[in-house]
């Protein structure tokens, strides 16, 4: 499984995937592209039992290591090594990106270096679909080992379409996890000959058996964001729409849990709005202290956009798992979140980029007592009926076996096991 950094304090949905196909017989090996950039992580990534290899994460720094394994490959198969070569230069050709070298030579070291100690590896699946399935790609060419990939968010829509096109043509297989997503991969998938598969991550929702038990909050409102402080989260839209309550004179405070590269955008307009007395900013934080703020929390706001690259959420899990702890949810009708977040039924939900509306909701949820209590009853329904991920990631183990022969897994076997443990 090529990953693009291992373990992700971002990417439970990843982590989880690889505990159940690992409890459901998957022998797994993990190649991650760089090393984690957090210095904890998730207590279920303890539990995994993959074995991890990282690979040369830049040119410049392991040039000479990268060279070395290439050159190597090259010189034992000349012919297979200028088919990739002839690959990389046409995709390099549409897009001018000196990324293309780069996931050619990982995937040279990768072929080389690590593939000989693992003879057993039989198939290359990349979450995401841009370098990581690059990456796969090349492994396939130099080593005829097939490969697949999982196409989430920004990986799909950030992406040139002939690139992503070529990816789809020339896998095995491709997996996406919103109904939005597949739709926009079928039109790519022009030959038709690429079996396309959706299948939402679902959350484990052995974390909210406890769930919060329904309540009127009253002020100072707790107003929970679950974000990375990207374009794409909407956060701009959230703080001009909390200045909109504090200038109505509605008390509340505001928690924001989630790092990025915007953060010295947000916290100067927090400043410039004067919201500072009234928000905390938290950082990235385990898995299990999201869940006691959720508990906590009177309100859950998301404000996704498509930003000015294309990038866009899936569904969050976030909301997901809000929904799951009967938090009421206001967030924007984009990419995939309407595939669970219907409005006056799960949740309320509001045009992106509008404050006013977005204002409006959450004064809504925060005060009308019977919509609070209906829509937070029927989006934890909405939830354990069709995104619980101990459901949802043994039909995704059965797809993978299906599609992959050489496994050795029976899928009938997969739906035997999930029966009896449950």
């Known amino acids: 499984m090529v ?67 290439n050159l190597m490959l090259a010189i034992k198969k000349p012919g297979t090594y ?24 990982q995937a040279g070291y990768l072929v080389h270096k690590l ?9 290359f699946h990349a979450h995401f679909a841009h370098s990581p399935t690059s990456v796969a790609m090349f492994s396939s060419i130099l080593s005829g080992i097939p490969f697949s990939f999982f196409a989430h968010a920004k990986d799909i829509y950030t992406t040139d ?44 929702l052995s974390y909210f058996s406890n769930h919060r038990k329904q309540n009127d909050p009253t002020p100072p409102y707790h107003i929970l964001t679950v974000a990375r402080m990207t374009e794409k ?43 500072e007395d009234v928000t905390i900013l ?8 999201v869940i ?10 998301l404000g996704c956009r498509i930003a000015a690259n294309g990038d866009r959420d899936g569904i969050p899990n976030v909301m997901a798992e809000s929904m799951a702890m009967n938090l009421p949810v206001v967030a924007t009708h984009v990419s995939g979140l309407p595939e669970f977040l219907e409005n006056r039924v799960t949740g309320l939900a509001v045009d992106p980029d509008n404050p006013r ?22 989006a934890r329904k909405r939830i354990v009926r069709d995104f619980n991920n101990k459901k949802l990631i043994p039909v995704l183990a059965k797809f993978y076996a299906r599609q992959i022969p050489a496994l050795g897994i029976d899928p009938e076997k997969i739906e035997k096991k999930v029966t009896k443990d449950n």
């Not at 957090?38 to 290899?53: L, Q, R, T, Y």
């Not at 593939?115 to 198939?123: E, F, G, T, Y």
């Not at 001009?240 to 010295?264: C, M, N, P, V, Y």
């Not at 509306?357 to 029927?378: F, N, P």
Request: charged share 25%; net charge positive; hydrophobic share 40%.
């Open 3 to 69: 990953l693009k950094g291992y373990p992700r304090i971002s990417e439970t949905f990843i982590s989880n995937e690889i505990l159940h196909l690992e409890s459901l017989g998957f022998r797994i090996h993990i190649i991650s592209m760089r090393h984690p950039r957090e210095a904890f992580c998730h207590a279920s990534i303890k539990k995994i039992k993959a074995g991890v290899d990282y690979l040369p994460s830049t040119i410049m720094l392991h040039l000479p290591t990268l060279v070395y394994h």
């Open 82 to 105: 200028f088919h990739a070569i002839q690959k990389a230069a046409t995709r390099w050709l549409r897009t001018r990106k000196s990324a293309t070298l780069k996931h050619l030579l």
């Open 115 to 123: 593939l000989p100690p693992k003879k057993d590896i039989v198939h």
């Open 161 to 204: 379409k002939r690139q992503l096109t070529e990816k789809i043509n020339m896998a095995k297989f491709a997996v996406t996890c919103t109904q939005y997503n597949k739709k926009y991969l079928s039109s790519l998938n022009r030959q038709g000959a690429t079996p396309l598969f959706c299948v939402y991550h679902g959350i484990n």
């Open 233 to 275: 989260k909407g956060l701009d839209t959230i703080y001009r729409a909390l200045s909109s309550l504090k200038k109505q004179g509605i008390e509340f405070f505001h928690t924001l849990i989630g790092e990025g590269d915007d953060h010295s955008k947000i916290v100067d307009l927090i400043n410039s709005l004067n919201l």
């Open 282 to 289: 938290r950082g990235a934080m385990t898995h299990e202290e």
């Open 292 to 301: 006691d703020y959720y508990a906590k929390a009177d309100l859950f706001v």
């Open 357 to 378: 509306k977005l204002a409006d909701a959450m004064i809504t949820l925060l005060t009308d007592s019977d919509l609070r209590s209906r829509v937070s009853t029927e």
